[in-house]
Every structure is written in C-alpha cells, then in structure tokens.
C-alpha cells in the first residue's frame, strides 16, 4: 500500500496570503489528522476530519481551517499568514477515528512564511 | 484542556548507554502512543499502552504505562546510533472529548559514538 502523501514538501509565501496543503491518506483510511509541528510547540494537534465532517479541532484560530472529500483526501487552508505559521505541517491517516488506532503519518509540508 | 508534559527535552548519551524518556498526563489517559521522529523525517508508531500498569518490550525497547494511566515511560538498553531521533508520546483523554491525540514536546536523543 502506498502512504500518506502531501503536497507540495515545500512551500514559501508571504505575510498576509493564504496557503491550501493536501493530504491523501493511505488507501481505505478514512480519518485523517492534520499537525503543526515548530522546534518550540512541538507537536500541536489542528483537526481531524473523518467522512468528510470535522470530527476535533484544536486550538488554533479561525484562520486555519480544512475539508475532507469523498475520497478522504483532505486539504488545509491558512489564510492571512503570518510568520508564526512557518512550521511543517504533517497529516495523518487511520482507519477509523478510533483514537485508540495507530496513526501514519505523511512526510509533511515544510511552510516557510516570509 | 489536557496536557502532556515530556522530559527531559534533550538527552546526550554515548553509545552503549541507556536511555529513558518519561511522560505525564495532566488528565487519565485512555491509552498512550509513542512514535518515533528521525532527523528530516515524519513521526513513526511504535506501540500503544492501554491498560493500567503495563509493560510492553520491542527488543531493547520497554514501554510502561503507569498504574493511574496518567504517566508512561520509555527505556532503551544500550543504545545505538539507529536510536538518534525524538520520541514522542501521545495520550488520548479518558473518557472521549471532542480533543485528538495530545502529543508531548518529544525527548531529542543524541548519542555520540
């Protein structure tokens, strides 16, 4: 089976614009995790989607927000960036949205703000 | 909300040394994961803890959950230079939440030859 897939790895904008990522999850996942990941906050949890409803959300402000298709492949949206939100953001997939269930993560979308 | 407080953040060791990361949860966790990160990669599952009091072993690696289900630890014997990464664990509140995994800052295992 394939993994996780993101796209683009890399990314470089500027203050004020808005950035979409996109995950596919392995084949038959239907959850999907997305993480924000920065040398000081380390791992911070952004939302899950699951058939393609929000199922959690953490907390980060309204500019961050995402979807999930029919397909399970989901996409994040930043708007108004800032540079705070330099970070590589990583997605995840499993099964369900069991939480109990191991989660694969993708190789992350390095996002450099400028 | 919930938290997960990991130590110590960096850990230096020489080769052949031991190794222990240790995690607490601020709430009782339903279980806890723990993944491993190498340098320029993305977070890998190792193994997951969900009852109270148990230990599991992966070769030179032993996971504890602790008898309240609010701490865990991880311990290497005898490192080795594949060991390099950070170690993360993750806990997931008892009790269901509208919150996913929390994850704790991670341990940076350095380990000189």
């Known amino acids: 089976k394939a993994g996780v897939t993101q796209t683009p790895r890399y990314l470089i904008k500027t203050r004020g614009q808005q950035v979409t990522l996109s995950c596919s999850p392995i084949s038959g996942h239907r959850s999907v995790s997305w993480y924000q990941q920065t040398p000081g906050q380390g791992l911070q949890f952004l939302f899950e989607y699951f058939s393609e409803t929000q199922r959690n959300k953490g907390n980060f402000p309204g500019r961050f927000s995402g979807r999930q298709f029919s397909n399970s492949r989901s996409e994040m949206n930043v708007s108004t960036l800032e540079l705070g939100d330099s970070a590589l953001y990583l997605c995840?997939?499993?099964?369900?949205?069991?939480?109990?269930?191991?989660?694969?993560f993708g190789p992350g979308t390095r996002l450099t703000v400028l | 909300g919930q938290q997960v407080m990991q130590i110590p953040q960096y850990q230096h060791v020489q080769e052949g040394e031991d190794f222990t990361t240790y995690c607490n949860s601020s709430?009782?966790?339903?279980?806890i994961q723990w993944y491993k990160q190498r340098p320029g990669g993305h977070p890998v599952f190792l193994i997951q803890l969900v009852k109270s009091g148990e230990v599991k072993k992966q070769k030179r690696l032993t996971f504890q959950f602790g008898e309240a289900k609010k701490n865990s630890s991880l311990h290497i014997t005898a490192t080795q230079t594949t060991d390099v990464g950070t170690y993360f664990c993750a806990g997931a509140a008892a009790g269901g939440g509208a919150d996913g995994l929390t994850f704790g800052k991670g341990t940076h295992l350095i380990i000189q030859p």
């Open positions: 995840a997939s499993r099964p369900t949205a069991e939480r109990s269930i191991e989660q694969f």
């Open positions: 709430t009782t966790l339903s279980n």
